[in-house]
């Protein structure tokens, strides 16, 4: 079982609606948590970041974070076409040597005019 | 803002080539990353470097070796290149040893061996 599981989609919405996305973990020694958004031939590039647990908004984007379930979302609302890319979710524990990270597979969202 | 420079964006090598890899980050980052991404594995640690000569392995460093004589410069290097080292590359980096900043990726090397 992998440490950090994301479905990998594609979701499929149109313009205008909330994208609803997850992450869920087996490691309760998590503590900070960073949502990258990646488009197409580009590296990831980072939206979000929250530690602990909690709502972290940003614009149109919400981050949230559930430790007692061990799991954590991102919701995009108002969704563009521009907002076509994988996200990724990413997580390191609080005295992690080098800052590791440990990723999601990525979900690949689809935001259709 | 951070920059993380990949020197090239596209490379294709043949096997059994040694080949090298670079990455430049321009905000005296301590931290240094190589990743590479494969479709349905996801981003897998290759790589990282948390000071000047260190280094430390991730999580599949067979056939990898990397160098950081500057801060600002790591290399990854494919010691004799094989066709399973086809993949997108990526580099990232990140401030202080312990601070639990998040990464800042380039934008990728896809590298392919023929």
């Known amino acids: 079982q992998k440490e950090v599981e994301q479905d990998p989609g594609p979701l499929s919405v149109p313009e205008g609606a909330i994208v609803s996305l997850n992450c869920t973990y087996s490691n309760s020694a998590f503590q900070y948590f960073m949502w990258y958004r990646q488009y197409s031939r580009k590296g990831p590039e980072l939206l979000m970041y929250t530690y602990s647990s909690g709502n972290k908004e940003d614009g149109r984007f919400t981050a949230q974070v559930d430790k007692s379930s061990k799991y954590i979302s991102l919701f995009i609302r108002d969704s563009q076409p521009s907002d076509s890319a994988t996200y990724l979710c990413a997580m390191t524990l609080i005295k992690a040597a080098g800052n590791k990270l440990t990723f999601g597979g990525g979900t690949r969202v689809l935001v259709k005019p | 803002d951070v920059k993380v420079t990949q020197s090239s964006r596209y490379l294709v090598k043949r096997t059994g080539e040694k080949v090298f890899l670079e990455c430049v980050q321009d905000m005296d980052h301590e931290n240094m990353f190589w990743y590479r991404q494969d479709p349905g594995l996801g981003l897998r640690l290759i790589y990282f470097?948390?000071?000047?000569?260190?280094?430390e392995k991730g999580d599949i460093p067979e056939g990898y070796s990397v160098s950081r004589e500057k801060k600002e410069r790591f290399s990854l290097i494919l010691e004799s290149a094989s066709t399973n080292q086809t993949s997108m590359y990526l580099c990232a980096s990140t401030a202080g040893q312990y601070s639990n900043q998040p990464q800042h990726f380039g934008d990728g090397t896809r590298l392919s061996i023929l």
């Open positions: 470097s948390y000071d000047v000569k260190m280094k």
